[in-house]
C-alpha cells in the first residue's frame, strides 16, 4: 500500500469516526425535545454563569438564551448533517466548515479559565473543543478527492 493509499485510508477514517460521533451527538438530542425545549437553555444559563468568554456573553444572554428552542433545533439538525455528511463522504468540506464553526462557538462559551489563568491553561481548557476543531481543520485541509482516491485503491 502506498503512504498515499495509507494517508486517504487514516483521513477515511478520521471522517467517519468524526461523523459517527456527531451521530450520537444528534440522536440523543433529535430522539428527545428535551435538548430542544429545557437543554439548550440550561447549557446556556451554565455557559454564562461558568465559564464562557467575556466577549461572547452578550451574545449568549441577548440572543441565544431568548431564542434557545430555535438555537436549540438548530443545533440538533445541524450535527445530524454534519454526522450524516462526514459518514457519507459527500459535501465533507462544508460539514468542516460547520463543524469548525460549532467546535469555536462551543469553546468560546464554555472553555474561558478566567482572566488570571497562565496562557497554558487557554489551551489545557479547550481540549473538550479544539481537538475536535483541528481535527475538521485536517478534514478541510485534506484533498477534496480523498474519498475517491480511497475508493480507487479498493478496485
Excluded: D
Excluded at 430542544?36 to 454564562?48: H, K, S
Excluded at 430555535?70 to 445541524?78: E, M, N, Q, R, Y
Excluded at 469553546?107 to 479547550?126: I, R, T, V
Amino acid at each position: 500500500m502506498s503512504a498515499a493509499e495509507q494517508q486517504s485510508k487514516a483521513l477515511a477514517f478520521l471522517r467517519i469516526s468524526i461523523g459517527l460521533i456527531f451521530l450520537i451527538f444528534a440522536e440523543y438530542k433529535l430522539t428527545s425535545t428535551r435538548f430542544i425545549r429545557i437543554g439548550m437553555a440550561q447549557y446556556i444559563t451554565q455557559f454564562l454563569n461558568e465559564g464562557s468568554y467575556p466577549f461572547v456573553r452578550p451574545f449568549l444572554r441577548n440572543i441565544v438564551l431568548p431564542h434557545s428552542i430555535f438555537f436549540g433545533t438548530i443545533v440538533s439538525i445541524s450535527e445530524l448533517l454534519i454526522a450524516l455528511s462526514l459518514i457519507t463522504g459527500v459535501l465533507v468540506r462544508w460539514a468542516s466548515v460547520g463543524g469548525l464553526t460549532m467546535m469555536l462557538v462551543l469553546l468560546f462559551s464554555s472553555n474561558y479559565p478566567g482572566p488570571q489563568a497562565p496562557f497554558w491553561e487557554f489551551f489545557g481548557a479547550s481540549l473538550e473543543h479544539s481537538i475536535l476543531a483541528l481535527c475538521f481543520i485536517a478534514l478541510l485541509i485534506a484533498p477534496s478527492n480523498q474519498r475517491w482516491a480511497l475508493h480507487r485503491s479498493q478496485q
